[in-house]
């Protein structure tokens, strides 16, 4: 029987001293996931595009302590864009326990209109192709201190779209709109998921989904601003709301702590109950 103390939750739950590499943390999502590691004693990069958001979390999140925030400013649409942040982090770190692969985007376009380039292309190769590039090229890192009671943990950030085949009509793309590649590439994300964990078992290596419901996001501020707040977003939502930074903080806490060592392959859905019970506000 195990030490009970084993369980208490400051022990199931400790990412204190854990380095994370968190795309798309310069806001939404990635600044939820980085806000709840920092606060709980990690060290995180954070990596996007845009420098003056990344500037701007990083002194919020150092604010709050007791972990430490410094960020990459790099663009993971390519495997060029994947390999130059691989090699800026091998430049400060010669190890990291968490990838975060969050970056992403969407496209929203009528059925017989949908750009081949901007449509299709780009939101493949950010929302699927940076996973593969930054988890292949960051796996030697993930692999350094990890064993099979504390393995390495990467999180991918998919979507509750990857698994509705409705692609039309919804509140975050807007009538007439339909939002065919983004839930592609989240099914996709799925699948790359599974594969990845099964091919990084036995470096000791976790992979799991997270996919979000509707939360407030910079992908999803279109369809707040149109619908007019989050109360008329959560029209129909069984829960009545749609999702809370906190939501999405205690997932991944779980997936990156001692709670979850044994946990590799999950899609693990965030919406409260909205996509299973065909609420109306799910993606």
Not at 153 to 169: H, K, M, Q, T
Request: aromatic letters at 6%; a positive charge.
């Amino acid at each position: 029987m195990a030490n009970p103390s084993d369980f208490s939750v400051s022990s199931l739950f400790n990412v204190k001293g854990k380095i994370a590499v968190i795309t798309g943390g310069g806001s939404g999502i990635g600044t939820m996931i980085a806000t709840a590691f920092v606060q709980n004693g990690a060290k995180v990069y954070i990596a996007s595009r845009k420098e003056k958001q990344l500037k701007e979390v990083s002194e919020q999140l150092n604010k709050i302590r007791p972990g430490a925030c410094e960020y990459f400013v790099a663009d993971v649409g390519s495997k060029a864009g994947c390999d130059k942040l691989v090699e800026d982090i091998k430049q400060k770190e010669t190890k990291i326990h968490i990838l975060v692969n969050n970056s992403g985007m969407s496209w929203g376009a009528p059925y017989d209109n949908v750009p081949e380039k901007e449509g299709w292309d780009r939101v493949m190769a950010l929302n699927v192709k940076s996973i593969f590039y930054l988890t292949v090229g960051l796996t030697d890192l993930l692999a350094k201190d990890a064993t099979n009671n504390d393995p390495g943990r990467v999180i991918n950030v998919s979507s509750i779209a990857g698994l509705s085949p409705i692609a039309e009509g919804s509140r975050v793309a807007g009538p007439g709109m339909g939002l065919w590649s983004y839930n592609t590439s989240k099914a996709a994300v799925n699948h790359l998921t599974s594969q990845l964990a099964v091919s990084l078992a036995g470096r000791r290596i976790t992979v799991n989904a997270i996919l979000p419901g509707v939360f407030p996001s910079k992908m999803t501020a279109f369809g707040f601003k149109r619908m007019g707040g989050d109360d008329k977003m959560a029209e129909g939502h069984p829960w009545g709301r749609v999702g809370e930074p906190r939501d999405l903080a205690g997932v991944a806490l779980f997936l990156v702590s001692p709670a979850s060592s044994y946990v590799t392959a999950a899609h693990i859905v965030v919406d409260g109950g909205g996509l299973i019970s065909g609420g109306k506000a799910h993606m």
